[in-house]
Structures are given as structure tokens and as C-alpha cells.
């Protein structure tokens, strides 16, 4: 049955009715005889248009190009010439016979016989109809002498032509350009499958009403649309990729001239190269007039039309620069799928059998193994681990793809990893997590900071990080994770951690990258793991030198390389002592995140020696280098793999550090800060890379193993009840909360109004503490301090004159430059305050009243009474008059939270009688506060995090 079209003409001529019209295994109509009534008449196989083949046309007809007005553009496909046509024969009394949905959006021939019914035969349907008994009913129409404009793909017209015997004057027939047809089952598979049941369904439509090109778009009855476009549709891949296409369409023989129709009609995609008199862009009819037939109703149609129309002659008798035949659509002249492998076609339709339609599209044009979904930034480390994983998963004969359309990539990662990784957002939508788990069998979590929950914003959505959107009956692997920063139980909300614990749990095999990460899996989430080595080390090493060596950048000498991700004074301090103690040059790379690229380059003050590199060519800075200097966790890594001396300073995430340390296990290559450097000579220990290699070996090996085993591992049975009573207690803790958030969400909307308005008065020029006067309604005091912009002077005026309360509050991350403010202020505050800790002081009349740090959040209550005594005494018109200058009550509220917790939760508040003065910047920001009227004097902020020159800053 592979020849027949399924046009349905044998079943219409049976006299036995011994033919039904049936879907076979592929979902396609064939017919199926029933033996017992065959009277073996054979008229069947005189109508058949695959047996009898018939050509009358004219074999070079004239060609037009078409485009009608907008109003008829938008409900049409292309140019809108089938709405002109079949209007005519409407407007005429006749009747016109098309393709429409059925409410299971299964496609058949219907008969219309007015314009009001004309809207559900417009559009295109990319599916087999089924042409039922219209032949039957068109043929007694036609004996009745009535018009019948009858359209359908060539080998339907061929099939109604064959069944009818004769021309009739009264009949018109119009075939479209065919790209070949898909299974109307696999459809009906597929909308089930994606949108959850047809039922849901209002409408399926295969071209954008916005403009001219071809999509899949679902309209839901909830009013929701759903769009995906050729490349990312699953569905438009199987049809447009000839997959999912009869059998016979891959050697169609009415896709070719002459042509069956009258008149064939179709979409003119090669308008822009047709040099066409009128605008185009919004759909463009092709209209071959095959015969004289064709021809009279075309002409007829046009002078009796009330609409407007473009048209254009691009081809035939008359046309002096005729259109170039090449541009024209190919199925004018052969089966679009003519060149197309049938015995992948065949494979296809049998993986729809065992794994569905979706997941054997997958297999067939994709043909992918792994899934990664991974964290990878603006950072030349997270660019190197994930690649690193992408390429040991490849090299184990496995295809793998980048889940980029559940989770962002860094756009300056994009740069390496777009050019050798395969991505998901190629061929899927953004955010169809349906379509990755048609695509993939296995999932795995990549390595760098993927499920640090306060840094990696999409692990505080489980649902990508780990892996909540994936089917139960999927292999889930983490592979290096990371949670970043150790982490208690305190630091975790226990929703949260219920959660993450279910999600954990799903998984097949767990693997960490520190070693306390496995303890925080089992305290804390109940969850076995392995600690392996990063990704970077268990990968081929020769992958570095074959990458770094496309690299153009010229080494013509010896150099220091600081590969520096967090900038400190004493840091700059040390790199800049070693380079002159080895006589080196100097070259200095800064992290690539662009939020702190510009205040690490300041912090560094040393541009001529900064570069910017690719990651290409940072790598190969690395391999040229004579000595590192880093505080880079993946800096050591290819510190090592490059087999380069070099010093290690620990730097924010101390304990990952600590873990890299442990397992390197050699001695006089990480320090505990820059300062320790200081003073040496030589800061450079001799490595003896034999030793640190026989070391790492093993664990590269036991990793790589552990890698392999968990790519094959069993997937485990992964329990819905117990999903269950996970949304269910996660269901109750958010219902409890509503009422917070719902006030939450008033008070922001409030806050949001007050925060407009703040704004426009500093954009005004406004300083930040002239808005607060403002908004209170205060009159302010004179204070000359307002109008110091130089750190020591204003500082030196606070030492000269101790009748001020100082209160300072850290927000953010205030350390960086900390002890760099303690020099130019003088303040006897403490030095010791540590990366992402809050802090808070009130220093009264030059004592130190508060000096806290704290890990969490600090809320510290001062009071003090502002004034000093003064006593008068007169005495007057005989009386004694004694005066008391009345003191006055101040109450300050100090808060300060650190980076401690997910962006954005940092906070500065320093309220004295309940009005907050505090800018709220990073850094630290000081209240000043007359001692003698307990008025405000000023309020300021110093960027201690990241700005070495320590500016005022007022607004």
C-alpha cells in the first residue's frame, strides 16, 4: 500500500460498497476491501489515480503572483486567492468543497454553499483529509448542472477527475502546491500529548495572522496561546524534515507539470527575489492557469470581485523578464521529498510505535542522549567545567545537548560554547519542558555553583537546578554540583529544604564537587553522595592545548599572570611585589561577570597591565605563563594542568578552598590572605607535578568511573505519593502565608509609589538627605559637614569635634576596602570584618558604643539624650528666675544584613526617631548626628566593598 494516496476515490466508486476507508498502523487512510462483498468489478482500480495516471494540462501555464487586501490576508494563508475563487462560485449559487477540522481535529472534505461557511475552509490544515463522500456528492451536483469549485492537494483532484470520467462544464478543480502529507493520527498524538488532551483545544493553526510564514500555534479554551515557529516546533519538524509524510508522497506523480487543477494555487516564498510591483510582506499567492478553464474562472473571478487585489504576471506568454524557475516552490516541478531517505521515514514510524510520536522525532532529526542542564555565567571557570562535562560525556560515544531553553546562559559564555556544544534553544522552544523530556532519556546537573541556593538564582527554582521537571521515568545524575558556601541547617528555610530533600531524592546517582558537600547532602537532605573531581580534570587534557591553540594573541616573553577574581588592596600589593621580585611582566585578568568588571578593574588601578581575554585566549594565557598568582578556584585548576608554579590566595568562599586544598594535599601553595604573601622574596614553591599528578590520578579515575557507571546506572522507582505529600505540606506552610504576602504586595505597590517619587527628586540633583528632609517635613540644621566631599577632611573635622554620634551600618558586602576606611577615617572600630558579613557601630562622642559583625542579619537599639545642661539664674524685678535648657530623647534603630542571603535581601537601616536616614548602598553608610540638638547633620555612604578611593557619596 506504499503507492496509494488514500484519496479515497475506490471506496466513493464501489457499487458493492465493499470498500471502507480506514487509518492503518502510520494513522493514514487506505482502503479496506471486504471480500465477501467484492464482485471483483475492478472499478476500483480504474479510478485509482496511482495505477491510472492522467496529464491534460498545459505543461508551461502562465504564472502569476497574487496578494489581496488586508482584510482577506489575515484570514488567509497566503495571498488570499482561494477566498477570491471560492467566493465567486458562492456568490454564483454554486458550491465549493475544502478541507476543515472536525471538533477532534481531524481534517475531512466538506461542501459549503455559503460565504458565512467559507472562514473553516480557509487556512491551511498540514495533515491528510479525508475526502469522505465528497466525490460521491460533487458528481450530483454536478448532473444537476450546479457549480462546484472543488480544491484539494493534486493527488485528490487526480483521484476526483478519475472518478468522475469526464470533464464538466460547471466543475472547477484547484490543486495546491503539496509539500507532502503528515499522519493525522500522530497529530491527534501529539496534541494530546503537549497541550493535556484535545479537549482542551479551541483551535490549531499552521500560519501567523501577524505576518507571512509558516508556525504551529494552539489556541487553549482558556484563552492561552501557544507558539512555536518552524525550527522549534516538534510537530512542523516531523512534517517540514518529511519524517512524518506518506509514503507515496516521496514519489508523487501530480507534484509536477502538468498539473492536475485547473488552477494550482500555493505560497510565492520567493517574492522578495521576483521583483514584484507591490508589497509583499504580508502573504503572496503563486497561481498557475493550467487550462482555459483556469484561465476564464481566474479573470472572471478578478472583474466580478469587490475586494482589492495586487497581481502581478512573473511567468508564461507575454512576460519579457520572466521569474527565474529556480526561485519558484520545487513541488511545482517534483515531490519535495524526492530526495529524502524513506527508510528513515520507515524507522520513524516505528519508534512512534515504541517511545511516541515526540521522543521518536527526537531520535530521528536529533538523535540525543543526554540532557545538561547546567549553570554556566559570565566566568571563564563555569565556561571551562560545564565544557569540560559536555566534552567527557561526548567522549563516551553519548550525543548531549545543553538544556538553554529551561535555564539562561551568560550571553559572554555564548561566545565559546555556541560554536562546540549543542543547545536545546535550536531546535525547542524557551521553557518546553515537555520537549525535554521527549528528547532525552538521561539528565545531568553540571558542576560549578548549581545548586548554591543564595548565589544561582535558577537552584532557587528546583524545578531546573534539580531536575523537578523531569518525568519519573528519567536517569537523573548530578555530576561536580556545588552548594557554593558550606551551609547549616540555619542558612536553609525548612519548605525549602523539604523540598530540595524531595527533588534530591529523585535522583539515581548523586556526585559533589567539596567534600563537605557530601555531608551537607546527608545532614541536610537525607541524601547519599560522592565527592569527584571538577570536570576539568577528568576530561581529556589535551582538549586545553587543542583549544588554546586557535588563539592569536602573541607570548614573545616570560610573564606573571594574576588570574583575579575578588580585587583587594594587599592582593594588588603582593602581585605587584612578586612581579618586580621575578622581574617578570605583569599580566592581570579580572572575573568577566560585567556587574563587576568596571569597580574590580578600579579596585586593581593597574589598567596597563589588565586584559580582557575570550575564553580561548585565556586559556592560553594560562598555558604561557612562567608564574600564576590567583584566587580562582578553576585559576588553580589549570594551574595544575598546565603545570605552572603558582600561589593560591583564598578568597571569598573560603571553604571551597579548604576542599580543593585537601585534595590537592601538597604543601605551600595556598595561603589564608594576600598578606601573608608580603615581605618574600620568593612566594613560589617548587612542585613536583609527578607527585601531585600520582595523586589526582586516582581521584580522576574513580571519578570518571563513577561518571560511566552513573551514565548506565538502573533508573529507580520515583514515587508520586510521596510527590505528593511534599505539595501538599508545601501547599499548607503558602496558604498560611497568603495574608503575609498579600500585605506584603500592598505595602510594595506603596512603596514603589514612594520610591518613584524619591527618584525623580535625585534626579533632580537632590541629595539623599535633603529628600528625607523633605518627605518628613524637617527643617534642617546648617552643617558645613554637607559640604565636604574628602574623606580625610571630613573625617579629620568628626576627630576635631567629638560632640557628634556617629552611626555606621554595613549593607551588602562592606569588607573589601574596610581596612583602607579605618586608616583615612581614624575610627578605633574593629578590623576584623569578614566577605558578606553584616556590621553595625554607634560611636558617641568619640567612645565606641557598638562595633558588631555578625554572620546574619544585626538589629541593634541605641538611646541617648541629646543636649548637655545648662543652667541660668536671674534675678528679676525682685524675683528669682532660675532657667533649665530642656534635653531632648533620641532613639536610633540600626540594621545591617550583609550579603547573606539571596540578591537583592541585603539592607542598611539606620532610624532615628522611626525616619530612616540610611542610603542603603553597598559598603557603609553613616548617619552623623549633632550631640548637643539631636539633629541630623548628614548622611553619607562609602563604597568599602570595591571603591579604593574611598568617595563620599550624597546621592
Known amino acids: 500500500m506504499e503507492n496509494c494516496y488514500g484519496c479515497g476515490a475506490c471506496c466513493n466508486v464501489c457499487p458493492a460498497g465493499a470498500i471502507d476507508m480506514k487509518e492503518n498502523k502510520e494513522g493514514f487512510l487506505e482502503p479496506f476491501i471486504d471480500e465477501e462483498k467484492c464482485i471483483s468489478c475492478e472499478k476500483c482500480k480504474k479510478v485509482c489515480p496511482s495505477v491510472n495516471c492522467l496529464y491534460s494540462n498545459d505543461p508551461e501555464p502562465d504564472i502569476f503572483a497574487f496578494s489581496a487586501e488586508e482584510k482577506i490576508l489575515y484570514n488567509s494563508s497566503s495571498g488570499g486567492i482561494f477566498s477570491f475563487l471560492a467566493e465567486y462560485i458562492l456568490q454564483a449559487g454554486g458550491y465549493v468543497v ?42 450530483e451536483l454536478l448532473e444537476m448542472g450546479e457549480y462546484v469549485l472543488y480544491s484539494g492537494c493534486p493527488c485528490q483532484i487526480a483521484g476526483l477527475l478519475r472518478f468522475l470520467g469526464k470533464d464538466y462544464d460547471t466543475l472547477f478543480t484547484v490543486d495546491l502546491l503539496c509539500h507532502g502529507i503528515p499522519s493525522p493520527k500522530l497529530f491527534r498524538e501529539h496534541l494530546t500529548n503537549s497541550f493535556d488532551g484535545i479537549g482542551n483545544i479551541e483551535d490549531v493553526e499552521f500560519r501567523s495572522r501577524e505576518g507571512w510564514s509558516t508556525l504551529f500555534q494552539v489556541k487553549l479554551k482558556n484563552g492561552e496561546v501557544k507558539t512555536a515557529y518552524n525550527n522549534k516546533s516538534v510537530y512542523m519538524k516531523s ?74 504576471k512573473i511567468s508564461g506568454k507575454g512576460v519579457e523578464n520572466p521569474i527565474n524557475q529556480n526561485l519558484l516552490n520545487t513541488n511545482i516541478f517534483y515531490p519535495s521529498a524526492i530526495n529524502s531517505d524513506i527508510a528513515k521515514r520507515r524507522k520513524f514510524f516505528e519508534d512512534c510505535s515504541d517511545m511516541g510520536f515526540e521522543s521518536a522525532v527526537y531520535a530521528s532529526l536529533h538523535k540525543f542522549d543526554v540532557g545538561l542542564m547546567l549553570f554556566m555565567s559570565n566566568n571563564y571557570g563555569s565556561i571551562a567545567t560545564n565544557y569540560a562535562l559536555y566534552r567527557t560525556i561526548t567522549d563516551t560515544g553519548r550525543r548531549a545537548a545543553v538544556i538553554d531553553n529551561l535555564v539562561v546562559i551568560g550571553n559572554t559564555a555564548r561566545d565559546f560554547v555556541k560554536k562546540h556544544m549543542n543547545f536545546c534553544s535550536d531546535f525547542m522552544e524557551k521553557g518546553d519542558w515537555q520537549a525535554v523530556n521527549q528528547c532525552f532519556k538521561t539528565f545531568v546537573v553540571g558542576s560549578d555553583l548549581s545548586w548554591d541556593w ?43 529544604r523539604v523540598l530540595y530533600t524531595h527533588y534530591l531524592k529523585r535522583f539515581d546517582a548523586v556526585s559533589v564537587r567539596e567534600d563537605y558537600g557530601v555531608e551537607m547532602c546527608r545532614k541536610l537532605f537525607d541524601v547519599h553522595a560522592r565527592q569527584v573531581i571538577d570536570p ?72 596597563e597591565n589588565i586584559v580582557k581575554p575570550d575564553f580561548i585566549d585565556w586559556l592560553a594565557y594560562f598555558q604561557h605563563a612562567s608564574y600564576v598568582i590567583t584566587d580562582s578556584v578553576h585559576g588553580i585548576w589549570f594551574s595544575i594542568i598546565f603545570k605552572k608554579k603558582f600561589v593560591a590566595i583564598k578568597n571569598r568562599s573560603r571553604e571551597r578552598f579548604d576542599s580543593l586544598e585537601r585534595l590537592i594535599d601538597y604543601p605551600g601553595l595556598f595561603f589564608e590572605d594576600s598578606m601573608s604573601l608580603l615581605g618574600k622574596t620568593n612566594i613560589f614553591a617548587d612542585i613536583d607535578y609527578d607527585v601531585v599528578y600520582q595523586h589526582l590520578e586516582t581521584s580522576r579515575m574513580e571519578s570518571e568511573n563513577w ?28 496558604h498560611e502565608k497568603k495574608e503575609l504576602v498579600n500585605k506584603i504586595k500592598r505595602e510594595y505597590s506603596y512603596e514603589e509609589e514612594q520610591k518613584k517619587s524619591i527618584r525623580e527628586q535625585l534626579n533632580a540633583g537632590k541629595t539623599w538627605l535633603e529628600v528625607v528632609f523633605t518627605r518628613n517635613q524637617i527643617v534642617p540644621e546648617e552643617s558645613k559637614l554637607r559640604g565636604i566631599n574628602d574623606i580625610q577632611e571630613y573625617f579629620s573635622i568628626l576627630q576635631n569635634k567629638t560632640d557628634y554620634v556617629l552611626v555606621l551600618s554595613g549593607s551588602d558586602e562592606c569588607s573589601g576596602q574596610w581596612k583602607r576606611f579605618l586608616e583615612v577615617s581614624g575610627l578605633p572600630l574593629r578590623a576584623d570584618i569578614g566577605w558578606r558579613e553584616s556590621y553595625a557601630a554607634v560611636v558617641d562622642c568619640g567612645a565606641v558604643k557598638v562595633d558588631e559583625k555578625s554572620k546574619g542579619e544585626i538589629n541593634i537599639n541605641y538611646e541617648f539624650l541629646a543636649g548637655f545642661p545648662k543652667y541660668s539664674v536671674e534675678y528679676v524685678d525682685g524675683e528669682l528666675r532660675v532657667g533649665c535648657r530642656p534635653l531632648r530623647y533620641c532613639k536610633i534603630k540600626v540594621k545591617s544584613k550583609g550579603f547573606t542571603g539571596a540578591m537583592g535581601a541585603c539592607r542598611s537601616e539606620i532610624l532615628v526617631d522611626n525616619i530612616d536616614y540610611s542610603m542603603n548602598r553597598i559598603g557603609i553608610n553613616i548617619v552623623v548626628i549633632d550631640k548637643e540638638t539631636g539633629n541630623i547633620m548628614d548622611s553619607i555612604n562609602v563604597n568599602t566593598y570595591s571603591d579604593p578611593s574611598l568617595k563620599i557619596n550624597r546621592v
Not at 521515568?473 to 554540583?481: D, L, V
Open 239 to 312: 512534517f517540514l524534515l518529511d519524517i512524518n509524510l506518506r509514503a507515496s508522497c516521496f514519489r508523487c506523480q501530480y507534484s509536477k507539470l502538468p498539473r492536475q487543477g485547473d488552477i494550482t494555487i500555493g505560497d510565492l516564498w520567493a517574492a522578495q527575489s521576483s521583483n514584484l510591483s507591490f508589497e509583499y510582506r504580508k502573504g503572496v499567492s503563486v497561481i498557475l492557469l493550467n487550462n482555459k478553464k483556469g484561465e476564464r474562472l481566474f479573470q472572471d473571478t478578478l472583474s466580478g470581485s469587490g475586494h482589492q487585489f495586487q497581481m502581478q
Open 98 to 139: 475544502g478541507a476543515a477540522y472536525d471538533s477532534q481535529f481531524l481534517v475531512n472534505h466538506v461542501m459549503i454553499h455559503s460565504i458565512e461557511e467559507l472562514d473553516k475552509i480557509r487556512r491551511s490544515k498540514y495533515l491528510q483529509s479525508s475526502t469522505g463522500d465528497t466525490y460521491k456528492k460533487t458528481k
Open 454 to 496: 543564595i548565589m544561582n538564582q535558577w537552584s532557587r527554582q528546583p524545578q531546573y537546578m534539580m531536575l523537578g521537571f523531569a518525568d519519573k521515568n528519567k536517569r537523573m545524575i548530578s555530576y561536580a554540583s556545588s552548594f557554593g558556601a558550606k551551609k547549616e541547617e540555619k542558612d536553609i528555610d525548612e519548605d525549602a
Open 707 to 734: 561518571l560511566r557507571s552513573a551514565l548506565d546506572v538502573a533508573v529507580k522507582p520515583k514515587s508520586d505519593v510521596e510527590s505528593v505529600k511534599v505539595m501538599e505540606r508545601l501547599f499548607r506552610s503558602l
Open 536 to 607: 576539568v580534570f577528568i576530561c581529556n587534557q589535551e582538549i586545553w592545548s587543542e583549544v588554546s591553540a586557535s588563539s592569536q594573541v602573541e607570548f614573545d616573553e616570560d610573564y606573571l599572570l594574576a588570574y583575579i577574581l575578588n580585587p583587594l588592596p594587599y592582593k594588588r600589593k603582593a602581585i605587584l611585589e612578586a612581579a618586580q621580585n621575578l622581574n617578570k611582566k605583569l599580566v592581570v585578568i579580572l572575573d568577566l561577570y560585567e556587574v563587576n568588571y568596571e569597580a574590580n578593574k578600579r579596585a586593581m588601578a593597574m589598567d
